[in-house]
């Protein structure tokens, strides 16, 4: 069974970072896109930062020039660098993936969620 690992949430003050590591594991076949999701109180879901197995990246306008994403292939992990913080960042973060378990069964899964807060 496929899981998503998260981990690097806390509390920080603004202006600070954080790293956000997210590891799948399980039996997987390949992962065609891993990326993050966030949730703030009384908002929806909203999409962070999307990498595919590609290379190619995507970005919400909020964020941008302020978070960075990357992937270790090797590893089956993702990883959200996000500097500059502000308090409208805070939030529950989501890792996602889409796993491929064999050639034709692929999967959407997703994290228990980290909680980052960022107030002085």
């Known amino acids: 069974q496929v899981q998503l690992v998260e981990s690097g949430g806390g509390l920080v003050q603004p202006g600070g970072s954080l790293r956000l590591s997210c590891a799948a594991t399980?039996?997987?076949?390949?992962?065609?896109?891993m990326g993050w999701y966030r949730q703030a109180p009384g908002k929806q879901r909203e999409l962070v930062a999307v990498?595919?197995?590609?290379?190619?990246?995507n970005y919400a306008d909020s964020v941008k020039g302020r978070f960075t994403i990357s992937r270790d292939n090797a590893k089956n992990t993702v990883y959200l660098q996000m500097d500059s913080l502000k308090p409208e960042d805070t939030a529950v973060y989501y890792c996602?993936?889409?796993?491929?378990?064999?050639?034709?069964?692929?999967?959407?899964?997703w994290g228990q969620g980290t909680l980052v807060t960022v107030s002085a």
């Open positions: 990498g595919t197995s590609g290379g190619n990246t």
């Open positions: 399980g039996r997987i076949f390949s992962i065609n896109a």
């Open positions: 996602n993936a889409r796993v491929f378990t064999s050639v034709l069964r692929n999967l959407e899964v």
